[in-house]
């Protein structure tokens, strides 16, 4: 059974920096895509970040771009989204999902998905 576990949220000023982290366990990830969304209060889930792990190709929405970073380390099978200059606007409950991804910004493609970790930014 597959399991993400996603640690690493907090609270943090406007301007900061977070490293979220994932740890995938109970499947081979060598074909997965991995994905980062968030969901603010009263607001659709939306995407953040995807990385395929065979490749280490990454994506980015456009409102997360030069700001934050994702990466796999292989050896840990652990997803990581390093998240600077922080914004109010960033604050949100953000999920790790993975699976066979055909279109990485569409959570309909994730199969499995962690429990998520709360990221609060404050002005």
């Known amino acids: 059974q597959v399991r993400l576990v996603e640690s690493g949220g907090g609270l943090v000023q406007a301007g900061g920096s977070l490293r979220l982290s994932c740890a995938a366990s109970?499947?081979?990830?060598?074909?997965?895509?991995m994905g980062w969304f968030r969901q603010a209060p009263g607001k659709e889930r939306e995407f953040v970040a995807a990385?395929?792990?065979?490749?280490?190709?990454?994506y980015y929405a456009d409102s997360v771009k030069g700001r934050f970073t994702i990466s796999r380390d292989n050896a840990k099978n652990t997803v990581y989204l390093v998240m600077n200059s922080l914004k109010p606007e960033d604050t949100a409950l953000y999920y790790c999902?993975?699976?066979?991804?055909?279109?990485?910004?569409?959570?309909?493609?994730?199969?499995?998905w962690g429990q998520g970790t709360q990221v609060t930014v404050s002005s």
């Open positions: 990385v395929w792990w065979s490749s280490g190709s990454t």
């Open positions: 999902a993975g699976g066979y991804s055909a279109i990485a910004t569409a959570s309909s493609g994730y199969s499995y």
């Open positions: 109970g499947g081979t990830f060598g074909s997965y895509t």
